[in-house]
């Protein structure tokens, strides 16, 4: 299966400023996935990132807050712009596996915004 | 819309007890489900993928089971241990937009 570097594993930002999250893929994919986790909760899908065009966004999510760049098929990065405290999460990077073999996802970066 | 539910939400056992976690999902034109562990504050380890065609997935103390008609499946663990204590997650792909849909999980502490 598919290897997920993503950093940084943890950081205290100030409100008002930005971070930006990085996911290196070990293998070629042709979609990444973005994910949040808040507090208590279960995962929820802030977008999905195809290499060469815009990233699509799901609803409650916008590209102002959180833009995403995704240069090549091994690499993408999600940025949490303006943070607030309610951003405080848990972000994860994900890929799906060929040949439907499920979902891999990065180790998370657990983000507290003070 | 697919809902994915998860009992018990909280879970404590002894050491060495068998235990059930269950999964329960509201549309059933799935194409896959995945169980996954989340150790605190960190990401996710697939554990058992079921594809729908499948009835059951095994993997050391672990075994998986789909009922796609009824909605549900079921994690096994047997002989639990302390390491086993974690959240489980139960996770859906849905056969009309192709996304991982997740439960909230169930927290379990496996005491010595």
């Known amino acids: 299966s598919a290897v997920i570097s993503q950093k940084p594993s943890r950081d205290i930002c100030q409100r008002g400023t930005s971070l930006t999250i990085q996911c290196q893929v070990d293998?070629?994919?042709?979609?990444m996935f973005w994910y949040r986790q808040q507090p208590g909760q279960s995962l929820t899908l802030i977008a999905t990132a195809n290499q060469g065009s815009e990233a699509t966004y799901e609803s409650g999510f916008v590209i102002d807050k959180f833009p995403i760049s995704r240069p090549n098929l091994t690499f993408s990065t999600l940025t949490v712009s303006n943070m607030s405290p309610e951003d405080s999460s848990i972000y994860l990077c994900s890929v799906e596996e060929v040949e439907g073999r499920g979902y891999t996802f990065g180790s998370g970066t657990r983000l507290t915004v003070v | 819309k697919q809902e994915v539910t998860q009992i018990p939400a909280a879970l404590s056992v002894p050491e060495g007890e068998n235990l059930v976690l269950n999964c329960s999902f509201t549309?059933?034109?799935?194409?896959?489900l995945q169980w996954f562990r989340q150790d605190p504050g960190k990401g996710l380890t697939s554990l058992l993928l079921?594809?729908?065609?499948?009835r059951e997935q095994t993997s050391g103390r672990l075994n998986a089971s789909l009922d796609k008609s009824s909605g549900r499946s079921t994690l096994y663990i047997a002989a639990s241990q302390p390491g086993d204590s974690a959240t489980y997650l139960c996770?859906?792909?849905?056969?009309?937009?192709?996304?991982?849909?997740f439960g909230k999980g169930t927290l379990l502490t496996v005491n010595p």
């Open positions: 996770a859906v792909m849905g056969g009309s937009n192709y996304k991982l849909t």
């Open positions: 549309d059933s034109a799935i194409y896959n």
């Open positions: 079921i594809q729908s065609s499948q």
């Open positions: 293998s070629q994919v042709t979609m």
